[in-house]
């Protein structure tokens, strides 16, 4: 028996190999999602197919539920591709090449850049893939784990292999709200209108600690002054302060200053 699934040449398929629990079909979907993976093939489910369980806990990947191809064997499910990765974590005696989830993504990405069709194959929850079913792929994709406690779950796996194949070509970090749209680089990026603080407003800034250091008397000698301020402007700079930080350290000094000024309360005044 064989169920055809849409083509989805651009990028990888995946294959679990005789899963046991609708659940971990389920979560490996929603792996798959997260990763913009959508082609799903699942051989010999053991609990059959379709599964409720598996729906539900896809957490909305549902079309990848509904449109995994369904098959009889292994071989019967790789067919239509022309290069095959096989996750295990154990040594198999066999001359393939081994790669980690990084090293396969790249390789991944070149082989569908020249018009392949790539599949990674998962095996099942308890003890992953035979030797036979690993003697159809062409690569071993084996992550560095300890090797004390090597077992990852299926979803996990998913997780690992599709983040590595999907991180080069993400536009964006995270998810977007109504407020924001998500993330486009890495680090911490600036949000709000006013975005990062001008070089103006950081002068103003230095210029006024420092106006309001010298009167507070921090500078011991004048000539500790220079590498002093020197630091502080080197330590503010490289934080990348947006403009409404640097009003608000504006208002803390200006709070401070404020308060120095004022006249101390005597022992006896307080005691009234």
Same mark, same amino acid.
């Given at each position: 028996m064989t169920t055809a699934q849409t083509d989805s040449s651009d990028r990888p398929a995946v294959v679990l190999v005789n899963? *046991? %629990?609708g659940e971990n079909i389920g979560t490996a979907a929603r792996a798959m999602a997260n990763f913009a993976l959508n082609e799903l093939? @699942? &051989?010999e489910p053991r609990d059959g197919w379709?599964?409720?369980r598996a729906r539900s806990a896809s957490s909305g990947a549902v079309k990848v539920i509904e449109e995994a191809g369904l098959h009889d064997t292994c071989r019967q499910a790789l067919e239509p591709f022309n290069r095959v990765y096989a996750t295990t974590a154990r040594p198999r005696g066999m001359t393939k090449q081994v790669m980690t989830p990084e090293e396969a993504a790249a390789d991944m990405h070149q082989r569908i850049g020249n018009g392949e069709r790539v599949a990674i194959m998962f095996g099942r929850e308890r003890w992953g893939l035979n030797n036979e079913e690993v003697s159809l792929a062409d &690569? @071993? @994709? +084996?992550a560095p784990v300890d090797p004390e406690f090597a077992s990852i779950n299926i979803a996990q796996a998913v997780l690992l292999v599709g983040y590595e194949w999907y991180k080069p070509v993400s536009a964006t970090l995270g998810m977007g709200t109504g407020e924001l749209p998500a993330? +486009?680089?890495s680090g911490l990026k600036v949000r709000g209108d006013e975005g990062l603080a001008s070089? *103006?407003?950081l002068h103003g800034f230095f210029d006024h600690l420092e106006t309001e250091l010298e009167t507070a008397g921090f500078f011991k000698s004048p000539a500790m002054r220079p590498g002093m301020m020197r630091n502080l402007r080197n330590m503010f700079q490289r934080i990348e302060l947006s403009l409404q930080e640097v009003r +608000? %350290?504006?208002?803390v000094i200006a709070s401070l200053t404020r308060t120095h000024l004022r006249p101390r309360k005597s022992n006896d005044e307080a005691g009234k």
């Open positions: 899963p *046991q %629990l093939h @699942i &051989v379709p599964n409720e &690569v @071993i @994709i +084996t993330m +486009t680089g070089k *103006q407003d +608000t %350290l504006r208002g």
